[in-house]
């Protein structure tokens, strides 16, 4: 073959490539804007504006103790928060295939929703983005490969809705001041290290169980029936976040770094693993 032609054709391929990477991150963003739009359009204002300890009274003792130990008195109350995330995802199926990951994941506290976007790395030049969000009461998930092939689309059901509701939830330990009683909260003692916590959103409501560890902080957050996809279904399935690493941040102790799994019959199926790089909040007025 003659060089030039080759050379001509390799230039078209990887000009190809360049367009398909360039037209899916376009349409990824304008997905993305459109997400945050919706999320911005539910957002009601927080009451109180601040912490006061008069609102432990009657709560379970480990739950008071958390809150004494991640709050001062005064602590403006959450509106909204944005992380950015570094670590690993578990794309495997039937064994582990650790895949590094970056996002950046946008929370309101009330109403309750967030967005959670990212891309994760397959290979060179290879990545998926996926979208896992809670707007106004409905749960998505969608990825798309390179931002352009859609691979996964779920969205507007119960099941879904209830399972993106728990991951609001079981976060929460970034964004400390959603779980007091004011926001919504109900917490019920379960024993010396751990409280039952339930949230309602609109026909939604999750309950998942909180362990403290002997510092106060949260440790874990466990839930019996979180929604995990299945073949473009949704099986309910124990599942559970952990969390360690505490460091103050805007006056609040906060765990950096955590794992997530589901919780099979024949063991835990780690399937995140990250680390907070960046925290920027908005407290309430």
Same mark, same amino acid.
């Given at each position: 073959?003659?060089?030039?032609?080759?050379?001509?054709?390799?230039?078209?391929?990887?000009?190809?490539?360049?367009?398909?990477?360039?037209?899916?991150?376009?349409?990824?963003?304008?997905?993305?804007?459109?997400?945050?739009?919706?999320?911005?359009?539910?957002?009601?204002?927080?009451?109180?504006?601040?912490?006061?300890?008069?609102?432990?009274?009657?709560?379970?003792?480990?739950?008071?103790?958390?809150?004494?130990?991640?709050?001062?008195?005064?602590?403006?109350?959450?509106?909204?928060?944005?992380?950015?995330?570094?670590?690993?995802?578990?794309?495997?199926?039937?064994?582990?295939?650790?895949?590094?990951?970056?996002?950046?994941?946008?929370?309101?506290?009330?109403?309750?929703?967030?967005?959670?976007?990212?891309?994760?790395?397959?290979?060179?030049?290879?990545?998926?983005?996926?979208?896992?969000?809670?707007?106004?009461?409905?749960?998505?998930?969608?990825?798309?490969?390179?931002?352009?092939?859609?691979?996964? $689309?779920?969205?507007?059901?119960?099941?879904?809705?209830?399972?993106?509701?728990?991951?609001?939830?079981?976060?929460?330990?970034?964004?400390?001041?959603?779980?007091?009683?004011?926001?919504?909260?109900?917490?019920?003692?379960?024993?010396?290290?751990?409280?039952?916590?339930?949230?309602?959103?609109?026909?939604?409501?999750?309950?998942?169980?909180?362990?403290?560890?002997?510092?106060?902080?949260?440790?874990?957050?466990?839930?019996?029936?979180?929604?995990?996809?299945?073949? $473009?279904?949704?099986?309910?399935?124990?599942?559970?976040?952990?969390?360690?690493?505490?460091?103050?941040?805007?006056?609040?102790?906060?765990?950096?770094?955590?794992?997530?799994?589901?919780?099979?019959?024949?063991?835990?199926?780690?399937?995140?693993?990250?680390?907070?790089?960046?925290?920027?909040?908005?407290?309430?007025?």
């Amino acid at each position: 073959m003659n060089w030039m032609l080759l050379w001509i054709i390799l230039t078209g391929l990887v000009g190809g490539v360049s367009a398909v990477v360039v037209f899916g991150n376009r349409r990824w963003r304008s997905a993305t804007r459109q997400m945050y739009e919706k999320l911005s359009a539910g957002r009601r204002s927080v009451s109180p504006t601040s912490y006061d300890p008069a609102e432990l009274a009657g709560l379970p003792e480990p739950v008071k103790r958390y809150f004494e130990a991640a709050l001062e008195p005064g602590q403006p109350l959450i509106a909204a928060v944005e992380v950015a995330h570094v670590g690993t995802f578990n794309t495997g199926e039937d064994r582990p295939q650790w895949k590094p990951f970056r996002s950046r994941q946008r929370v309101v506290v009330q109403r309750p929703g967030f967005v959670w976007d990212a891309r994760i790395a397959l290979g060179p030049g290879l990545s998926v983005r996926v979208h896992d969000a809670y707007l106004a009461g409905e749960g998505i998930l969608s990825a798309s490969l390179l931002g352009w092939v859609t691979v996964l $689309n779920m969205r507007s059901t119960p099941a879904l809705a209830h399972g993106e509701l728990l991951r609001f939830f079981a976060e929460a330990a970034w964004y400390p001041t959603a779980l007091l009683p004011s926001q919504g909260v109900h917490w019920e003692p379960v024993d010396e290290t751990s409280a039952q916590a339930t949230l309602m959103d609109g026909g939604t409501t999750v309950t998942a169980r909180f362990r403290f560890n002997p510092e106060g902080w949260i440790e874990s957050v466990r839930a019996e029936d979180r929604g995990r996809a299945v073949k $473009n279904e949704i099986v309910p399935t124990p599942w559970e976040g952990r969390w360690w690493n505490y460091e103050t941040r805007n006056g609040m102790r906060l765990p950096i770094e955590g794992e997530v799994a589901w919780m099979l019959p024949d063991g835990p199926k780690p399937y995140w693993r990250g680390s907070i790089t960046g925290l920027t909040y908005e407290f309430a007025e």
